[in-house]
């Protein structure tokens, strides 16, 4: 049985073949009815599952290529992010921009458009110039930037082929100048805007429906790191892991009497005054956090305030509670043609939580999402419906016209990319 991170996905494939190199990938391709890859199956959306063959490439996961002088590293898709930015640290260079964890596959993550947070920051996917894949014929592709087919192919959601190789812009190595602290919900609400603009990576977190936020600002700075791997370890391996774990199990034993006020405390943990210089792969990075559902959609940043007065309102209403928490962040528009943040700049407003009333918990979040025009994150839970998915994403008719031409036999169709293509 293949599960997902969180367990919310189970199948049993055919079989599950693990390629060494892109002709026996190819191989695998041809022979095969129906195929879907698989990166650190980290997704909560069902996207892996099928009933034939299931693919990982995590046997290719070495640096095939770097090129300072264009900035540029070209790696196999099956490495992890964490082994990408361990090489690139030794390197002296850094990823823009990273997502809150780094053990998912770089295949994975370009394939959804996983992002991290910063105002002139793009996803993961946006820092690609190159994918090199297997298309649904068997037949070896290249695709560049500039390449008519470039932008429809990097957020690709595995339905064009499975991606061997993926070469990343890349930057010099930078520190993360990180100010945490606390602030009242609605005051930053009032003053969005500022706070998005005044500091290189800004986001919050809420632990709903605490009165105050978590506010993290983080400055890129070449200033040389000061937090010791000691007290890292300390703090995020053992206290903020064994303290969230325990705080949410207690919440979860009081049959969510006792949330509220744990989610105060919880505020006061996570924002305790914190200013410390950390390398970006480490700064960018968030504790693994316990197995729990998410949702997390995308919206217009121009209607930030707007939508975070109606978001504030909106999650605990009904006597809903959330044993877990909100994270709210923002990207810079790209032209990827199934990025959630396609041509615009966006906030993500998310519904993270271990309650098993989530369902009727997603249903009200995603209508409240559709009404606002939200984009859903491709690896987290969402339902579809494809004409307001046209509406949202104006290249979606253009990606499935792509997809046909890459995969003529629709062998890399599964239930979840019918319901994104067809509808
Ligand atoms: C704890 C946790 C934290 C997270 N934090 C963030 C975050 O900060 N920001 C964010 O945006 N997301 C986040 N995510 C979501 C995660 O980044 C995405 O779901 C990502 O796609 C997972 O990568 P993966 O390698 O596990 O891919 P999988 O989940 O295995 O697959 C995802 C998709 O990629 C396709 N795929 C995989 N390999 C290939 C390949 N070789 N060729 C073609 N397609 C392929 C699959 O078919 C599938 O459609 C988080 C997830 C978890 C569990």
Redo the contacts with the bound molecule.
């Keep these: 049985m293949i599960r997902?991170?969180?367990r919310n996905v189970g199948f049993r494939p055919r079989r599950l073949v693990r390629p060494t190199t892109p002709e026996q990938l190819a191989g695998v391709i041809r022979e095969s009815e129906r195929v879907?890859?698989?990166?650190?199956?980290?997704?909560w959306s069902p996207?892996?599952v099928t009933d034939d063959t299931l693919v990982s490439?995590e046997r290719m996961h070495e640096v095939v290529a770097l090129d300072r002088a264009r900035r540029q590293i070209t790696v196999q898709?099956g490495m992890r992010l964490r082994e990408l930015n361990a090489e690139l640290d030794r390197q002296g260079l850094a990823l823009a921009n990273l997502?809150?964890?780094d053990t998912?596959?770089v295949?994975?993550?370009i394939?959804?458009g996983?992002?991290?947070t910063g105002r002139d920051f793009r996803c993961l996917s946006a820092q690609v110039a190159r994918l090199e894949?297997i298309d649904g014929t068997g037949q070896a592709v290249t695709l560049e930037r500039g390449h008519p087919d470039f932008d429809g192919a990097v957020v690709?959601?595995?339905a064009l082929?499975?991606?061997?190789a993926v070469t990343f812009d890349v930057v010099d190595a930078f520190q993360l100048h990180d100010i945490t602290g606390i602030e009242r919900f609605d005051d930053v609400i009032e003053h969005i805007d500022e706070h998005v603009a005044g500091s290189d990576h800004f986001k919050l977190w809420w632990f709903a429906p605490s009165e105050e936020a978590v506010v993290f600002r983080y400055a890129r700075t070449d200033r040389p790191a000061n937090d010791s791997r000691v007290r890292r370890w300390f703090k995020e391996r053992v206290l903020a892991v064994a303290v969230f774990r325990t705080l949410l199990a207690a919440g979860k034993l009081s049959g969510r009497r006792w949330i509220p006020a744990i989610n105060r405390f919880m505020t006061g943990q996570a924002g305790r005054p914190l200013e410390r210089v950390v390398p970006s792969h480490v700064g960018f990075l968030t504790p693994?956090?316990p197995i729990h559902l998410e949702s997390e959609w995308a919206f217009e940043l121009a209607d930030a305030r707007a939508l975070l007065r109606e978001y504030r309102r909106l999650l605990p209403d009904h006597g809903h509670s959330y044993n877990f928490l909100q994270e709210i962040r923002f990207t810079r528009a790209d032209d990827l043609w199934l990025s959630p943040a396609y041509q615009r700049d966006s906030i993500w407003l998310s519904l993270y939580n271990i309650d098993r009333r989530y369902p009727e918990q997603l249903a009200k979040f995603e209508a409240f999402a559709r009404e606002h025009g939200g984009r859903p994150?491709w690896?987290?839970l969402a339902t579809f419906d494809r004409a307001y998915l046209r509406t949202q994403y104006p290249r979606l008719d253009d990606f499935t016209a792509l997809a046909a031409r890459y995969d003529p036999q629709r062998k890399f169709r599964n239930a979840w990319l019918d319901a994104i293509l067809d509808g």
């Design positions: 997902n991170f969180a879907r890859a698989v990166g650190a199956a980290h997704s996207a892996i490439v898709a997502g809150s964890i998912q596959s295949a994975g993550v394939a959804t996983t992002h991290g894949l690709g959601l595995g082929g499975i991606v061997h693994v956090p994150h690896g987290k």
